[in-house]
């Protein structure tokens, strides 16, 4: 069982290494990370941005760039495109967002001519370490999808499922997140865990355990579900908590990281390369864990 964030470093070391490029490589935080990755052996660099301010990045933070491709783009939406293009060719094994708009990353990702559609939809997934939890959990989805309906969570469900897989996490433990713990007609959301929860004993959602509806507090604390009367294999021992829509998921995320003390990793699953999209707010080591979780995932 994976307790620290810090263990996917180790992992991805042990695995070939991998190139990663990245789209409007004019980010201090995102060089630090990407110069921590080179160095641990986990992938190699190619930069595409404005090469000039690149450079200047690069001295201030010591990254040697003598051996490092650079591409040089003025224009950030060019670079999503350029890197796009090359993790599309098979030049490049993973795409990282740089200083961009996630907007202006997702349009080349999901452009039909030189995107990376693998037919599946796309979805944020997050994995937080928690001074206040025994294990590593994940939070799905807090960036893509705003308002999912129910055959979209069966897939946000599918790509963080995949994910747990890829980093040893066998059956993980979904809880379908909800205000409540009881089925309200009048709140689509645990609507939807209901029937997610039916779809998995069902055999229709796989490779994991589903419960819900469930509050946080449910989910990630045993005591409170014992003292709500609540019997779950899930509860206070889950591995993904499946966010209601994006507001939620985006609130809680935040929070996890501003006031709650975690640390994070975050991919794009769903498309036919990992993609390390983090939040400009994230710090270089919040950067470095998700390109060390990327290395992890073949999609």
């Not at 620290?4 to 190139?19: G, H, M, P, T, V």
């Not at 783009?73 to 993790?87: G, H, K, L, Y």
């Not at 969570?153 to 809880?175: D, E, R, T």
């Not at 929070?255 to 769903?270: E, H, K, V, Y």
């Amino acid at each position: 069982m994976i307790k620290e964030l810090s263990e996917f470093i180790q992992l991805a070391k042990e695995k070939a290494i991998r190139r990663i490029v990245v789209a409007a490589a004019e980010d201090e935080d995102v060089l630090i990370a990407v110069k921590r990755a080179a160095e641990e052996g986990i992938v190699v660099p190619i930069l595409v941005g404005d090469q000039n301010k690149i450079s200047r990045l690069a001295r201030s933070v010591n990254f040697d760039l003598g051996n490092i491709e650079i591409i040089d783009s003025n224009d950030n939406i060019d670079s999503c495109r350029i890197a796009v293009e090359m993790v599309k060719k098979g030049n490049a094994d993973i795409l990282m967002k740089g200083l961009t708009k996630t907007s202006d990353l997702l349009k080349a990702v999901l452009d039909k001519q030189i995107g990376l559609s693998a037919g599946k939809l796309i979805s944020h997934v997050a994995f937080f370490q928690s001074p206040y939890y025994h294990k590593i959990f994940c939070v799905t989805d807090v960036a893509m999808n705003i308002a999912p309906t129910l055959e979209d969570k069966v897939q946000i469900i599918n790509n963080a499922v995949s994910a747990c897989h890829q980093i040893g996490i066998k059956i993980p433990k979904v809880a379908v997140a909800a205000a409540v713990e009881t089925v309200n007609p009048k709140m689509e959301a645990t609507l939807h865990a209901a029937r997610l929860k039916e779809m998995n004993l069902e055999g229709i959602i796989k490779g994991c355990v589903v419960d819900g509806p469930l509050a946080i507090d449910l989910a990630v604390s045993r005591e409170a579900a014992l003292h709500k009367g609540i019997v779950s294999d899930v509860a206070g021992d889950c591995d993904v908590i499946l966010a209601p829509d994006i507001e939620a998921g985006n609130m809680f995320y935040k929070a996890l990281n501003f006031l709650g003390g975690a640390a994070s990793a975050a991919i794009i699953m769903g498309a036919s390369a990992p993609i390390v999209l983090t939040s400009r707010s994230d710090n270089d080591k919040s950067k470095l864990l998700s390109i060390a979780l990327a290395a992890l995932i073949k999609n």
